[in-house]
């Protein structure tokens, strides 16, 4: 966020924490996106701060809530009522604070941490609606045809973007592999490495899909440590994620700092998987 919405978020959630009983005197930045991240002292509870809309934020505090009890997530604080606050122009939610080393997980405890998440998501009393991956798909291809809205995309990546998910998405279809509830976007900046062990965070983004979509979030030797996996699907799921998050640099409305530069990078990675065919 910019300064000036960075500070409006902090005003925001000290507000909103402070009228629902909790003692703020200070707001420590987490992370600063698209969306903000605060941990909130001396009462030590974690508020998310964005301009996205109020159903979608009640949304994933739902959809954390139900999950918890069977997965490895961070869950929302219940010392407040789970539901979303418009304030001031923006959607405050909280979470209960977990602890966080910072360090990025070994590949083998990444892949369990994944491995325990799908499971729980396959439990029977879960009956989440979400959309399939597809969905992502449609919405980037939408933004690539529209040139008022990624006016500064080259043609030639364009056309590649739009080609790579395509045969990516063919790919995954024809294999048929089972699909079940997904995080959507297990990255490392949505794993938290606490001393209860790995916690997913950021739900925005769950959708249904085949496992290889979440692991192909991961660094790439965790799926050597992931039973089960189809090469060739996983191969067109990292082609999917790396077409996903190239194009969403590309919008005009995009955030994320150095994103003209982060595109190019990773394009580049994306370049390298087309001309690389799936190993194993």
């Keep these: 966020m910019q300064a000036s919405q960075r500070d ?4 925001a959630a000290t507000e909103v924490a402070t009228s629902l009983g909790l003692v703020v005197h200070d707001a420590v930045v987490l992370h600063d996106s698209n969306a903000l991240t605060l941990r909130l002292l001396p009462c030590d509870v974690v508020a998310r701060v964005s301009e996205r809309g109020v159903e979608q934020a009640q949304r994933e505090l739902d959809l954390a809530a139900t999950v918890a009890p069977v997965a490895p997530v961070a869950a929302p604080d219940p010392r407040v009522p789970s539901r979303a606050h418009v304030r001031g122009g923006v959607v405050v939610t909280f979470w209960a604070h977990e602890e966080n080393s910072g360090e990025l997980p070994a590949p083998a405890d990444y892949a369990r941490g994944l491995l325990l998440l799908h499971r729980g998501m396959r439990s029977p009393d879960l009956t989440l609606d979400a959309p399939r991956f597809t969905g ?22 364009r056309g590649t973007l739009l080609d790579a998910l395509a045969g990516a998405v063919a790919t995954i279809d024809r294999a048929g592999r089972p699909e079940q509830l997904l995080h959507g976007e297990p990255h490392p900046g949505n794993v938290l490495s606490t001393p209860a062990g790995l916690r997913f965070v950021d739900w925005e983004t769950c959708c249904r899909g085949p496992v290889e979509l979440d692991v192909a979030h991961a660094p790439d030797e ?3 440590h992931y039973p089960g996996l189809d090469p060739a699907v996983l191969h067109a799921c990292r082609i999917v994620v790396h077409a996903l998050i190239v194009t969403w640099r590309w919008d005009r409305d995009d955030r994320l700092p150095d994103r003209e530069r982060l595109a190019r990078v990773w394009f580049a990675e994306l370049q390298a998987l087309l001309d690389d065919p799936p190993h194993g």
């Design 222 to 224: 965790v799926a050597q």
């Design 8 to 11: 409006r978020a902090v005003a």
């Design 136 to 157: 992502r798909v449609d919405a980037a291809r939408t933004l690539l045809l529209d040139r008022t809205r990624t006016p500064d995309a080259p043609d030639d990546v």
